[in-house]
């Protein structure tokens, strides 16, 4: 498990990406990426199984069984 992202750390990788970032920024840049990271770690522990790769779907070619 990683640790939460801080503001000092937002603030510097926002530096090494050539973003200049408000001081009054770092914090909020800081909690949005700490949240994406733990969807990104909801999801990453999903279990797919058997579900084929979104390449092998085909629109329009599924069959409907309810009607309207």
């Known amino acids: 498990m990683t640790s939460e992202l801080t503001p000092r750390q937002a603030a510097h990788g926002a530096l090494r990406a050539g973003l200049a970032l ?30 084929p790769p979104a390449g092998s779907y085909r629109a329009g070619q599924e069959h409907a069984d309810a009607t309207l």
């Open 22 to 51: 408000g001081g009054d920024r770092h914090e909020n840049v800081a909690a949005a990426a700490n949240h994406i990271h733990s969807v990104i770690t909801t999801l990453r522990e999903l279990d797919f199984a058997d579900t």
